[in-house]
């Protein structure tokens, strides 16, 4: 008898697994940095980009001269997607008729919840990625520290804006491409808003607070994003997922079919995931249960893509 593979063994119910796949957290941040690409395998090599495919190219030719040629990625190091799993569950008490499995719109609130737990646990690895200053060319790189940390109000040395333009410039003078997403922890935005520089350099704008999309257009960026994750240890301690850094890149979604485009960073997942197992039945706890996996790992795709602002507040 031959054996049934893991393929022919899976049985996926379709509508909750759609209803996981289009699911996502606003809150949630790290896809800004590490967009999603869906892959075909659970290992592969990492599609990794160099100076060469951010360059522009003389593409003319003389009669009969060879065709230039480039190259817009390259294989690197091997990437190994980690399995995740979680079940939902719906006790049969919460329903009003127990007589048959619990409805679409019931199991769906419970996949999203799980999702979130998923996705949670996705933006910790993106940022534990995105803010290890080992994982940055050196050029790309600071750690302020005393009077030059943002949160410095009184010494008339810090200054948010150079620091940035400062990043900007490294990316651009490396990949030959302005940067075009800022993202940093709530701390740093919580200081940020009342920084003196940043106050007088928006007084003329009408608004006394420096949102988001004020900080973007101050920074010259599309998008100013902030981390408000919290996530706990086994302890249950509170902490901020994106703690006090700030982080500038270059990051543009592509797909590996393509060759993808270069970007500071992408988000290996297999394709088809998440997927949700239909609906089983625990007697003992008189609860349905939905098993909603994963199959995704983030990698930084181009380094010199990237700045990392350690230690931007105290």
Known sequence: MTQMTTSQARVVDPILSTVAQGYQNSELIGNALFPHVPVAARAGKILAFGKESFMAYDTARAPGSAIKRISLGYSSASYA???????ASVPVEVMEEAQAVPGVNLASAAVRTVQDALALRLEVAQASLATTAGNYASGNKATLSGTSQWSDYTNNVSDPVNDIEV???AIRGKVGKRPNVV???AAVLAKLKAHPKI???IKYTGR???TVDLLASLFGVQKVLVGDAVSASDAGAFSDVWGKYVVVAYTELGSQAEMGRPSFGYTYQLGGYPMVSPA?????????LYDVADAVQPVIAADLAGYLISAAVA
Do not use: C, P, S
């Open 183 to 185: 993202v940093m922890g």
């Open 167 to 169: 990043a900007k410039e």
């Open 199 to 201: 106050l007088d350099r």
């Open 280 to 288: 089983r039945y625990d007697g003992d706890t008189r609860t349905w």
């Open 81 to 87: 997607l980690v399995d995740h799993a979680l079940a």
């Open 208 to 210: 006394d607070v420096a």
